[in-house]
Nanobody
Framework: QVQLVESGGGLVQAGGSLRLSCAASGRTFSNYAMGWFRQAPGKEREFVASISWSGGTTFYADSVKGRFTISRDNARNTVYLQMNSLKPEDTAIYHC????????????????WGQGTQVTVSS
C-alpha cells in the first residue's frame, strides 16, 4: 500500500502561482512513477503531468505545458506540482497518484490515489 496526501491548494487570482505537494508513505516511493490529475465539477478526471521513478523523465498535458512543472524528491517521499500563470480553467480538485511504468498518462495505469486538494483560480 502507498498512502498519498496532497496539500498546497487554495484560491488564487488568474496569473498567479501555487505549488502543490504530495507526501507518500508506505511502500518504497522511489519504485513508482507519480502523476497529477485534476477533476472539475461535472467533468472526467484529466491527466496533468507525470514523472518517472528517478525524476529523469516527465510528461505534460498540452493544456499545462510551459506553465506547470512536476518534480520529486525521493529522499522526502514527496512529489510537487509548480503551477504558474494559472487560468480560471485550471480550477479543479488536483489528485496525485502512484503507478508503474515510465510516465503513465491514463487513470487505469495508476494504482494508488490521494484524496485531492482544491485549486480555485478567480478571473
Amino acid at each position: 500500500q502507498v498512502q498519498l496526501v496532497e496539500s498546497g491548494g487554495g484560491l488564487v487570482q488568474a496569473g498567479g502561482s501555487l505549488r502543490l505537494s504530495c507526501a507518500a508513505s508506505g511502500r518504497t516511493f522511489s519504485n513508482y512513477a507519480m502523476g497529477w490529475f485534476r477533476q472539475a465539477p461535472g467533468k472526467e478526471r484529466e491527466f496533468v503531468a507525470s514523472i518517472s521513478w528517478s525524476g529523469g523523465t516527465t510528461f505534460y498535458a498540452d493544456s499545462v505545458k510551459g506553465r506547470f512543472t512536476i518534480s520529486r524528491d525521493n529522499a522526502r517521499n514527496t512529489v510537487y506540482l509548480q503551477m504558474n500563470s494559472l487560468k480560471p480553467e485550471d480550477t479543479a480538485i488536483y489528485h496525485c497518484a502512484a503507478g508503474l511504468g515510465m510516465v503513465p498518462r491514463l487513470v487505469r495505469e495508476y494504482e494508488y490515489w490521494g484524496q485531492g486538494t482544491q485549486v480555485t483560480v478567480s478571473s
